[in-house]
Every structure is written in structure tokens, then in C-alpha cells.
């Protein structure tokens, strides 16, 4: 995480207003400029993403929807697949916090831009292999946060994004959807937790569970993750 | 860092740091990007090592104008290595990559270190 991350996640709205006002300035012209690189596009997504992750709600509101136009113009444009990656995650982050009666207006979007990257033929391939897995992060969210009760489709889309785990290719991003899924389970978010998922559910973690005890050294649990994970099987 | 606890590691930072931040002032002086990317990666480290705001406001101000400074310093860099481009009188395709690994690796050195 960058510094500007850790110090929004901890310190919140004490350094939101400077980190807006002094740090975040210079990285949105570059995302107006013409000629900025994929590296520079993909710093300056980063940090808005940690403000709208880790910001006060109050921040979230006042960036989200500059910031929703921004990812979605480049998660459908860019060729470049790390700029793509991390506009992906931006949106799903939007997912996770947003209202839902707001994201309704753009599911079927953020979602159809995710299938797209999940199906890609090359999906798997090491050269997409880290998008991919950011696709399903952000296709879970959506599924855990943007459900509707009693609605086949996000039925659907919650069975999909479990099938699809779990993630072994981004460490970063497997041990963080790993993690928001098992906080969910403890939680008892109740979309997640109805008996037709519970079948699926033990699956998946039992999937994770051998995932993470035959091959440690892919770490797709962190400490913490493992913490959660014994908790739930316990 | 050998600390037991966080908190040691908040004493340390709150202790250490402004020192730090304080003996890098001249090196934005005299534009020196790689020694401020030793020291935001030091403040990296640092912040990684914490799970609670036991940093004291005051540091994590400095921290937060160190980390302007950074920015402002990495734009000007790279500004200047465009507008030298700019002022060549022959541009063929060597000054034209040379340019591009310059602006490339100011890129990396004073502002993607902002990343790790």
C-alpha cells in the first residue's frame, strides 16, 4: 500500500483534506493530461483509489462519481493491461461502499467489464493472469455488497464469483478477497449466509483451505486470513 | 527493525523520524531525487510496521509535507528533462530513448517509490 494509503487508513480524516488537497492535485492532472504514461496513469488510480478504500465516507462522496467515469473510461479502453488491472480494482472498491441504489444505475456495466476479463481466452496466461484475479475481486464485491434478496441474478453472481476461488495469482489481491470473504461469513452478511450457499461455501473453503496447506508459499491467507479461516472451520 | 511491540516501533518513528526528515531538507535543495527515495522508502517501511495511529499527529504531518516536497520534486524533474528535449537542436531516435529512460527512471525513483 502506498504511503498516502496507510496514512488514510489510519489516520482518516486528520489527513484526508491535505492528502486531497496537496498530493492528490498532482496526480489528477495527470490523469487530464494527453501523453501521461501507463506508469503514471496507474499511480495516480492507486492513490485515488486508497482515498475512496480508506477515506471518510464524506471524501468518498465528494470523488466517487468523478472517479467511477475515470475508472470505467479506462477499464474499457486502455490497452495497457496494469492501467486496466487497477481501474478494475477502483471500481470494485466503488462496489463495496457505495449505496446500492446509486451502483444499480451501473452493475450490469461493471459487471459486463469484468466478465469480459474473466473470459478473455488468455484469462489464465501469465501476462493477464493478475488482471484476472483483480476482475473476480471486484466481481466479488459487487456480489457481496451489491446484492438484491431473492433475485436470481445475484444469486448467479455470488455462486460464479465463489466457483471462481480461490485466487492464487495476485497475492495482494487473493489475501484481501479471501479475507473480506471470510469477514463476511463471521459477519453473517445475510445474502451470503442463506442455506442454498452453504454447500458451495464449505467448498470454498475447504478449497482454501488446502490451497494455503499444500502450497503455503503461494500465501494466498496472511496471518490474519488464517486467523479467520480456523475461526469459521472451528 | 527489531521492535517487540508496536508501540516500540511508534517510538521509534515519533522519536527518529523528524530527525530524518529534517537531515533530507537539503537534498530537495540541490534536487537529489535518489536520496529522497531512500528516505520514502524508509517512511514505507516505517508506516508498514503499524496497525494503529500510534504515530504522533505531529510526525505524520511532517511526514505528509515530506511527501509534497517528493511529488513537487519528481514533477520538476521531470519537467526539466522534457523541456531539455525540447531545447535539442538534433533529435534522433537515441536522445529520443535517452530522454524516455531518463523521464522513465525519475518517474520510479522519486514518485512510484510512493508505491512499494
Known sequence: MIISGILLKLYKEKVEEFIVAKIATSYYKLLQKKGSTSDEICFALCLFTDILDNGSQQMFMKCTNEMLKTYINYAESTQDLGVMQTAIFGLGVIAKRMDRQTFSQLKDGVINLCRGIIQNPAAKSEERALLTDNAIGAMGKIALFQYQMNDKFSQDLLMQFLQMLPLKNDVEEAQDVHKMLLSQILSHNEFLCQKEMEGLLINVLNAIKAEDSNNPESEILDQQGRDLLRQILA | ?116
Open chain 2, 1 to 116: 527493525m527489531c521492535c517487540s511491540n508496536e508501540q516500540q516501533v511508534a517510538e521509534i518513528i515519533n522519536n527518529l523520524l523528524p530527525i530524518i526528515l529534517e537531515e533530507i531538507e537539503p537534498y530537495f535543495k540541490i534536487r537529489n531525487d535518489i536520496e529522497v527515495s531512500v528516505i520514502l522508502k524508509l517512511v514505507q517501511r516505517c508506516l508498514d510496521l503499524l496497525k494503529s495511529p500510534l504515530v504522533s499527529l505531529e510526525v505524520v504531518n511532517r511526514i505528509l509535507l515530506f511527501l509534497e516536497k517528493s511529488i513537487n520534486l519528481c514533477d520538476l524533474l521531470k519537467k526539466q528533462i522534457l523541456d531539455d528535449f525540447d531545447n535539442l537542436d538534433e533529435v534522433d531516435e537515441d536522445k529520443e530513448a535517452e530522454m524516455q529512460e531518463d523521464y522513465n527512471y525519475t518517474n520510479e525513483m522519486a514518485r512510484s517509490k510512493l508505491f512499494l
